[in-house]
């Protein structure tokens, strides 16, 4: 088993930036591609980026590129979304998740077999 605990939400204005963290704890010999989804109120999961265990290639979602980026330092099981030029519908829960099964991550939610609980993004107009 693994656990995931995101950190770093808060309320910010627009044009601001926020860096959200997820620690993995547990079973965590071997690093796993993660993921980052969020969820705004009446939406459904939606992905925003992933990154490979070695922290190559990530990608991201149209919506983010070029305002959000990830990254990971496996010698803290810890992943990272830098998030900036923030804007209000970007408001959400965000979501850190790793894919054991698939090298390079996965925009898919199904993909992912261990979710953290969450952190709140507010980003005023």
């Known amino acids: 088993q693994v656990q995931l605990v995101e950190s770093g939400g808060g309320l910010v204005q627009a044009g601001g930036s926020l860096r959200l963290s997820c620690a993995a704890s547990?079973?965590?010999?071997?690093?796993?591609?993660m993921g980052w989804f969020r969820q705004a109120p009446g939406k459904e999961r939606e992905f925003v980026a992933a990154?490979?265990?070695?922290?190559?290639?990530?990608y991201y979602a149209d919506s983010v590129k070029g305002r959000f980026t990830v990254s990971r330092d496996n010698a803290k099981n810890t992943v990272y979304l830098q998030m900036n030029s923030l804007k209000p519908e970007d408001t959400a829960v965000y979501y850190c998740?790793?894919?054991?099964?698939?090298?390079?991550?996965?925009?898919?939610?199904?993909?992912?077999?261990?979710w953290g609980q969450g952190t709140q993004v507010t980003v005023s107009s």
């Open positions: 998740a790793a894919a054991p099964r698939y090298y390079t991550g996965s925009p898919y939610a199904r993909d992912y077999d261990y």
């Open positions: 990154i490979n265990p070695r922290g190559e290639s990530p």
């Open positions: 547990g079973r965590t010999g071997s690093p796993y591609a």
